[in-house]
């Protein structure tokens, strides 16, 4: 793994029209290597990731399985899978298998009968190819270890090695060649495991942020051409693990959310009618905040649900605030017995909205101001505080249109139907 940090000028001084997705296509079509694979990351992020999930791209795919060599097929199955669907910058499969090793099989039986022991041949072997630490020198504040081993030409092919001489007990000077093969032969260069088992490990690099979309083709493509045998298994990791997480969350919160809502706005009205006018408000605000997400182009995050969470209560807020004085009119003017027609309750529905005009603008307004300038905001953790506010930030126009023009209209038609028939007369 080579890694390199690019310091980026503000993006103000880049070439007009160029964008980071740009930038990252540029800069990969520039820079290529034989045997090398490109992953666009951010430094703090890919140690975050690395430490967490172990995968230091956006995606990774995890394959499990007792036998290494299976484990490689199956990786560059996966690899050839993913690497042309739409949104893949890059996808490399580790090859588990491309280590080159010298093994050194001891005949226990021809050492026997020289009388050398398993640890004798392999002290030789140590400290004829491997090198063994001596002593140690001493520079300062510094110290440095005395290796010791055979020159390059008396290591560097087995028949030479096959020449290096085993002291025996008795003093025989054995060659290694009688008491040992020697073979190169293929190996992992290094063993991942996760859950006890063997691990191969394909990164992946997205041209854009869908991480989930991208997946969801990547799962059905990999499911109809990768075959997994019995005992083999494949998980899809690194940001996606975050994600799953995230979802399988907010389906107990969100719900949760909303029944404690329900239940607290019902102990404050005592009425299933108007706890459900309140809530209504909720819909009117997921219209702005959808629409503002989709002129962004901001994808569905943990921090897009964060926003919703935090706007529908203020939704809930606002139209209990406009419920709440609707009422009061109401009830005020039934009590002095001026409530007979439609044309005595469409005058106290309009008195009553007409007055919270006011001091609802004035609660959406401040909010909006407050909000407004992080959409614009540049600084560390940016672009996390730009996906809270941005469904607040459009969700609370329509809220404000829902709750003052909306609002009005459905308690009017709530409460004509409690006048009964002779209250029916014509509204001018």
Known sequence: ????????????????????????????????????????????????????????????????????????????????????????????????????????DI??????????????????IQSAVGGMNVSWTVEGLERYPINLRYPRELRDDPEALEQILVTAPGGAQVPLGQVAAIEFRDGPPGIKSEGARPNAWVYVDLESSDIGGWIRRAREEVADKVALPPGYTLLW?????????????????????????????????????????????????????VWLLDQLNYNWSVAVWVGMIALAGLAAETGAVMLLYLDLVYNERKGAGAMETLRDLRDAVTHAAVQRIRPITMTVLTTFVALVPILWATGTGADVMKRIAAPMVGGLVTVFLGVTFVFPAFYFVWRSIGLGKDAVAPVE
């Open 237 to 289: 990791s690194g940001q996606y693990e975050y994600m799953e997480r995230a979802r399988d969350r907010f389906l107990v919160i969100v719900p949760l959310t909303f029944v404690l809502t329900f239940a607290l706005l019902y102990l404050s009205t005592r009425s299933v009618i108007k706890t459900a006018f309140i809530v209504s408000a909720v819909p009117f605000s997921l219209v702005g905040s």
């Open 1 to 104: 793994m080579l890694e390199t940090t690019i310091v980026l000028k503000d993006q103000d001084e880049w070439r007009p029209g160029l964008t980071p997705d740009g930038l990252i296509a540029e800069l990969d079509r520039a820079l290529q290597f034989p045997g090398l694979t490109n992953s666009w990351t951010m430094p703090i992020k890919t140690r975050i990731d690395m430490l967490s999930t172990g995968i230091k791209t956006p995606v990774g795919i995890k394959l499990g399985g007792p036998d290494l060599a299976t484990l490689e097929r199956l990786a560059e199955q996966v690899e050839a899978v993913v690497k042309p669907l739409p949104g893949t910058l890059s996808a490399y499969a580790e090859r588990v298998m491309g280590g080159a090793y010298l093994d050194f």
């Open 107 to 124: 005949d226990r039986e021809a050492a026997a009968r020289f009388g050398l022991r398993i640890a004798d041949i392999q002290d030789t």
